[in-house]
T-cell receptor
Framework: IAGITQAPTSQILAAGRRMTLRCTQD?????MYWYRQDLGLGLRLIHY???????GKGEVPDGYSVSRANTDDFPLTLASAVPSQTSVYFC????????????FGQGTRLTVV | GQNIDQPTEMTATEGAIVQINCTYQ??????LFWYQQHAGEAPTFLSY??LDGLEEKGRFSSFLSRSKGYSYLLLKELQMKDSASYLC??????????WGAGTKLIIKP
C-alpha cells in the first residue's frame, strides 16, 4: 500500500541521548517535511526538503538535523535530546511545492525524560 | 509576523450544519488548506482554495476571501464520525504552510 511510514510509533528517551526518527515514502514525492505538534499549538515545521540532496530549516530547527540522500527517505536526528523535545512528530510528503496536498505519516510520540 | 487564527473548540448537534472560521496573515499567499485530524491520528487533506469563492465537496465546503484574509469550512449533515480537530493552514510566498492550532469539533447526538 502506497504511503508514508514513520518509525518508531512511540519512544521514551533519556535526556542527552541521540535518537533518529525514520520516515520513508513510496509515492516518489519530491518534497518532504518534519513537523512537531504540541498541545494548543499548530504544527510547526522543523526541517524540509524540496528534492533529494537538498534540505532547509523550518520554524523550529534547533536541536534537530535531517538528511535527504534519496527520494524516499528523510530521517530526523536529535543529537542530544532535551525534555522540551517531548512532542508528537509527523513526517509528511507532497508531490510539489505548490498547492498540492501533503500526506502525513502516522506520527511518532516521543517522550524525553 | 505570520499568524493563523481559528476557534479552539466548537460543539454541534448530529445532523446539523457547522461553520469553522479561519483568519490568516502571511507573507505572500499561495492558497489555503483544510485538514481533518482525529485524536491520535495523522492529519488528512480536506480542501484547498487559492481563488475567492466556495469549493464544494460532498458534505464539506470551503470558502476563501483573499481580500479579507478569511476562510471557512462548512460541514453539513453532521455525523458522529466528524468529531475531530480541523486544521487551517495558509501557504506563504515560500510555499511553506503556516498552521493554525486547530479547532476541536464535538458532535453531540
Amino acid at each position: 500500500i502506497a504511503g508514508i511510514t514513520q518509525a518508531p510509533t512511540s519512544q521514551i528517551l533519556a535526556a542527552g541521548r541521540r535518537m533518529t526518527l525514520r520516515c520513508t515514502q513510496d509515492m516518489r514525492h519530491n518534497a518532504m517535511y518534519w513537523y512537531r505538534q504540541d498541545l494548543g499549538l499548530g504544527l510547526r515545521l522543523i526541517h524540509y526538503s524540496n528534492t533529494a540532496g537538498t534540505t532547509g530549516k523550518g520554524e523550529v530547527p534547533d536541536g534537530y538535523s535531517v538528511s535527504r540522500a534519496n527520494t524516499d527517505d528523510f530521517p530526523l536526528t536529535l543529537a542530544s535530546a532535551v525534555p522540551s523535545q517531548t512532542s508528537v512528530y509527523f513526517c509528511a510528503s507532497s508531490s510539489g511545492t505548490g498547492g498540492t496536498e501533503a500526506f502525513f505519516g502516522q506520527g511518532t510520540r516521543l517522550t524525553v525524560v | 509576523g505570520q499568524n493563523i487564527d481559528q476557534p479552539t473548540e466548537m460543539t454541534a448537534t448530529e445532523g446539523a450544519i457547522v461553520q469553522i472560521n479561519c483568519t490568516y496573515q502571511t507573507s505572500g499567499f499561495n492558497g489555503l488548506f483544510w485538514y481533518q485530524q482525529h485524536a491520535g491520528e495523522a492529519p488528512t487533506f480536506l480542501s484547498y482554495n487559492v481563488l475567492d469563492g466556495l469549493e464544494e465537496k460532498g458534505r464539506f465546503s470551503s470558502f476563501l476571501s483573499r481580500s479579507k484574509g478569511y476562510s471557512y469550512l462548512l460541514l453539513k449533515e453532521l455525523q458522529m464520525k466528524d468529531s475531530a480537530s480541523y486544521l487551517c493552514a495558509a501557504m506563504d510566498s515560500n510555499y511553506q504552510l503556516i498552521w493554525g492550532a486547530g479547532t476541536k469539533l464535538i458532535i453531540k447526538p
